[in-house]
């Protein structure tokens, strides 16, 4: 299992979130995976949550409402293996509705490239 943490970004939003990628990485963890019903596949699964515990966790985008967990939840999926921990995932840039990504908020609020 590989844990990291991302901020999520929208129009007026920001979400300091955890994501794990479930696939197993012994023996132990493998045998409970399966028995849950995970493929165990090497192909990203990804629980997300907030990284405060508040509200739910799923490996399930579509299980969320509205459009800024949806979005970001396929993108951390899609490029699980390219994101570092901290990065930023910024549903308007993804959407198309920004040029620019945001940068961390810990960085200031000045948009790049």
């Not at 939840?73 to 959407?95: M, R, S």
Request: a negative charge.
């Amino acid at each position: 299992m590989d844990a990291k943490t991302f901020e999520i970004r929208d129009v007026a939003t920001f979400i300091a979130a955890l994501a794990v990628d479930i696939n197993p990485s012994n023996p132990q963890q493998r045998y409970l995976m399966r028995r849950c019903g995970y493929p165990c596949d090497q192909k990203p699964n990804v629980i997300l949550t907030r990284l405060n515990g508040n509200g739910k966790a799923t490996n399930d985008p579509y299980e969320w409402g509205g459009r800024t967990w949806p979005v970001a939840h396929h993108y951390i999926i899609e490029h699980w293996h390219d994101l570092v921990d901290g990065a930023v995932i910024d549903v308007e840039f993804i959407l198309g509705e920004k040029p620019t990504s945001k940068v961390s908020e810990q960085f200031g609020e000045k948009e790049t490239t």
